[in-house]
Nanobody
Framework: QVQLVESGGGLVQPGGSLELSCTAS????????MGWYRQAPGKERELVAR???????NYADSVKGRFTISRDNAKNTVYLQMNSLKSEDTAVYYC?????????WGKGTLVTVSS
């Protein structure tokens, strides 16, 4: 079992930056898939960025070039650096892990992009 705790959300102006963190309750070294999803009001949850087996990454087209996912295995933490934020990035951001045939989710952290 894995518990995931997100932090770093908040209110930011358009064009600004935020970094989200997701800390797991166990070593993330052996978690093959881990990353971030988001859900905007009235919309379905969507992939933002994730690590895949072997360490490769994939990103939603809407965030490519603006968001960067990274990890610190020693801290059991995955990060999402978000730059050039837009109003359409406003959403609850969820950390996700898939390991042992099970999917795990954090409770989410709210990101609001507004002037």
């Amino acid at each position: 079992q894995v518990q995931l705790v997100e932090s770093g959300g908040g209110l930011v102006q358009p064009g600004g930056s935020l970094e989200l963190s997701c800390t797991a309750s166990r070593s993330i070294f052996s978690i093959p898939v881990m990353g971030w999803y988001r859900q905007a009001p009235g919309k379905e949850r969507e992939l933002v960025a994730r690590f895949l087996p072997g360490g490769s990454t994939n990103y939603a087209d809407s965030v490519k070039g603006r968001f960067t996912i990274s990890r610190d295995n020693a801290k059991n933490t995955v990060y999402l650096q978000m730059n050039s934020l837009k109003s359409e990035d406003t959403a609850v951001y969820y950390c996700h892990a898939f390991v042992g045939g099970m999917a795990y989710w954090g409770k989410g952290t709210l990101v609001t992009v507004s002037s």
